[in-house]
């Protein structure tokens, strides 16, 4: 059996975090109301918008029963979705990350780089006849600017 140590914090520790969670309430998604049937995920927005999404985007719920999806709660002030009974928490920012397919970067250092091989050989090909024109360049040449 593993024994609990409680370390407390600071108040400057407890400050950060409050000042932290302030600015993310201000920044990130929030849900003001919930609900969920077999085919569907119903958020409320906290700005006025309603986002709906198809419960089979959220792996998730793909084997709970209508009763069992139906108990979604808030919880985090909006900032989590929680089904207790299925012992699922999402937070608002994943559950529209599942719906939307964007994915952030997984942190490869790969970002930005070109994978196709005709992409990278005109990239070189572009740099050994001395890369992009400049603006200035293009100005003089003939071609369109935005004033």
Request: proline fraction near 5%.
């Amino acid at each position: 059996m593993s024994k609990f140590t409680y370390t407390p914090i600071s108040d400057e520790e407890a400050a950060r975090i409050e000042r932290e969670t302030l600015e993310s309430d201000k920044t990130e998604p929030r849900v003001v109301a919930a609900r969920c049937d077999a085919e569907r995920l119903v958020m409320e927005m906290r700005g006025g918008a309603t986002v709906t999404i198809p419960t089979r985007l959220l792996p998730e719920l793909a084997n709970a029963s209508d009763v069992q999806r139906s108990a979604v709660s808030i919880q985090e002030s909006g900032a989590a979705l929680e089904w207790d009974e299925l012992d699922v928490q999402m937070t608002v920012p994943a559950v529209l990350i599942l719906a939307l397919g964007v994915f952030p970067m997984s942190g490869d250092g790969r970002g930005g780089t070109a994978k196709a091989a005709r992409s990278a050989s005109a990239l070189r090909a572009n740099g050994r006849r001395g890369g992009r024109p400049r603006k200035r360049d293009r100005a003089r040449e003939g071609a369109a600017t935005l004033v």
